[in-house]
């Protein structure tokens, strides 16, 4: 079955450091993958996205690597502030059908250090 | 423009009963999809409703079942509580144009 999985659960970082959280999948027939940043208490924030026909992406201070050969993602963030600690989930997308769905991994919490 | 809202904040229910959850999409969203989060974990896909349909199921039993209306806004029913019922509900929703999902801040559901 599919599965998305993290390799790390934590990670702690310098503030002012860059981040690099990385993330497994499993469906070689995922086409669209995304990290979210989750915080306490709230709902999934969309960071970046990525598709399978890109083997890189930049956001602002942000960027996903895809290496589809190993099928791994990292989400790299660069100059990691206070504010970036939360959970990070990757999620991939699969189409079934007329419709398409996303399986998210365990989630890796990001804890920046001042 | 409003992004995706979700009633009420929190629940508190007992075991056997009944709960109904709601979601309104985003602004030109037009499907919307519900997840269920368990402590600790990721989110798990519930189902996807687009034209009033269920599109498209995740591995929930039965006693799990929704509703789209015409404004696009969605319910998730839930008979037949269980303790394992307890987590946090989330609601996506996502244009006609692309699969990108826009998550709602949750329903927490205590069952006791």
């Known amino acids: 079955g599919e599965s998305v999985g993290l390799h790390l659960p934590t990670l702690s970082v310098q503030e002012g450091d860059n981040s690099i959280i990385n993330c497994a999948y499993s469906?070689?027939?995922?086409?669209?993958f995304i990290w979210y940043k989750q915080e306490s208490g709230k709902g999934p924030q969309f960071i970046i996205d990525?598709?399978?026909?890109?083997d890189k992406r930049q956001g602002q201070r942000v960027t996903v690597l895809l290496n589809k050969t190993v099928k791994h993602l990292s989400l790299q963030i660069a100059a990691t502030q206070p504010g970036d600690s939360a959970v990070y989930f990757c999620a991939e997308n699969i189409h079934r059908g007329m419709g398409n769905q996303f399986y998210f991994g365990t989630g890796t919490s990001l804890t920046v250090i001042p | 423009d409003a992004g995706v809202t979700q009633s009420p904040t929190h629940l508190i229910k007992t075991r056997g009963q009944q709960v109904t959850l709601r979601c309104s999409p985003k602004?030109?969203?037009?499907?919307v999809s519900w997840y269920q989060q368990a402590l600790g974990q990721g989110p798990q896909f519930i189902f996807q409703y687009y034209e009033e349909e269920e599109r498209q199921r995740g591995n929930f039993p039965d006693r799990f079942s929704g509703h789209q209306f015409p404004n696009y806004s969605s319910e998730l029913n839930v008979n037949a509580l269980l303790l394992g019922d307890s987590a946090l509900y989330l609601c996506a929703s996502s244009s006609p144009a692309g699969d990108t999902q826009y998550f709602g801040p949750g329903t927490r559901l205590t069952v006791l």
């Open positions: 990525i598709r399978s026909n890109m």
């Open positions: 602004s030109g969203h037009d499907t």
């Open positions: 469906n070689s027939a995922s086409d669209y």
